[in-house]
Each structure stands twice: as structure tokens, then as C-alpha cells.
């Protein structure tokens, strides 16, 4: 004869599979990499809401540097309201910033590399630049977020900034010297040793 089970009732090797798998899925959503890369995905894909629910109330959020991104644009940010605006107007502005790899986790610490696109780094001819950047992470929310440029980008960067401002010099009209101020300059001169060599005109006086 089979007793069956009443209603409601789990198992005994259902609920202990159960009491088993609870602890390691809580350990993988607090763990700090999978924390960091499930934020940075959630960047990635445009979704603010989930990427503010790994936010913690009171995170500071500092990017860079500053050659890499649109002039005037703001690059730190604190508290979940401010770095949540931050991200709106990254995704406004076509700012992309994409995980690479896999992130070095040390204690609450994850160091990651990052790979950062956007406008204005293509019209200076530069696709994209390597970040370097760490994050720490406390109770299953990142908490602090710094990137900094890579050296490997560094001097592409250096590099293409500087063609940018010699081009653009060369656009603007150019002032003083030249083949006519050298002739004004010229003629000035021989205007003043003219006025120079004058004769001189005495008044005589008439006596009364």
C-alpha cells in the first residue's frame, strides 16, 4: 500500500536539497565579482532599475579620466540618487562602458579592466580606451566605483589628443607675420625716416 504525502507537505530529502542550495545561492548573489558584473551588465544593457538595485544608498562613483570623455562632463558622483543621474546621462550621451574579462576579487575589493567608448573619443580617431578601475562591494552592493585610464591607452590617447589641437591650429586664420606685414613694416619705416629728414622752417619774427 502507498501512503501519499498530505497536501503541503515536502519531503524530507526535498526540503534538506532545499535548506542545501539556499546558502551557496545566497554566497553567489552576495559574492563581489558576481555583484560587480551582474552591475555592469545591467550598465551595459541600458537598465538603470537593475543596475540601482546593486547600488548601495550612499555610493560614490568617480570616472576617468577626464581626456576620455566629453568636455565638461561630470565624472563623480555620491549617494544612489546622484550616481543613478550620472549613469542616465552616460546613456544619453552614448558613453559605453563594458566589462572585460573576468574581475580579481580581494576581500571586498574587485579590481576590473573595462573597455570605454563614445563620441568624443571617436572624432579624435580613437575607438575606444582600456580602463583600469576597482570597486568594493558590502553586502551584496557596490558601495565605491573608481576607473582610471590603462597605460596601454595612455599614450594613444596622449597621442590623439595632441594630433586633435595641432589640426585644429591649423584651421585658424593666421595673424601677424607674412609677406605683407613685412611690407607695412617697410613702408612704415621709410614713412618715419621721411618725416625724420624734414626739412626744418623758421618763423621769423616781424619787429613791431
Known amino acids: 500500500m502507498i501512503r501519499r504525502s498530505p497536501r503541503g507537505f515536502v519531503p524530507a530529502a526535498m526540503a534538506l536539497s532545499l535548506l542545501l542550495a539556499a546558502p551557496s545561492a545566497m554566497a553567489a548573489a552576495s559574492n563581489p565579482a558576481t555583484v560587480f558584473a551582474n552591475l555592469m551588465t545591467a550598465i551595459a544593457a541600458g537598465n538603470t532599475k537593475a543596475a540601482g538595485a546593486l547600488l548601495a544608498p550612499t555610493v560614490k562613483w568617480t570616472a576617468g579620466p577626464a581626456q576620455a570623455y566629453p568636455p565638461k562632463f561630470p565624472l563623480s558622483a555620491s549617494g544612489i540618487a546622484a550616481v543613478g543621474a550620472l549613469l542616465a546621462q552616460e546613456q544619453a550621451a552614448h558613453i ?51 576607473t582610471t585610464v590603462a597605460p596601454a591607452s595612455a599614450a594613444a590617447l596622449e597621442k590623439a589628443l595632441g594630433t ?40 621769423l619774427r616781424r619787429d613791431a
Do not use: E, H, M, Y
Open 164 to 203: 586633435g589641437a595641432t589640426a585644429t591650429a591649423a584651421q585658424l586664420p593666421k595673424t601677424g607675420g607674412g609677406p605683407l606685414t613685412g611690407i607695412a613694416g617697410a613702408l612704415l619705416l621709410l614713412f618715419g625716416a621721411l618725416l625724420l629728414r624734414r626739412p626744418r622752417v623758421r618763423i
Open 96 to 146: 559605453a562602458l563594458k566589462l572585460v574579462g573576468t574581475p580579481a576579487v580581494s576581500g571586498d575589493t574587485v579590481t576590473f579592466t573595462a573597455d570605454l567608448s563614445n563620441p568624443a573619443l571617436q572624432t579624435l580617431g580613437v575607438t575606444d580606451v582600456v580602463l583600469d578601475g576597482t570597486a568594493t562591494v558590502s553586502g551584496g552592493l557596490v558601495t565605491s566605483v573608481s
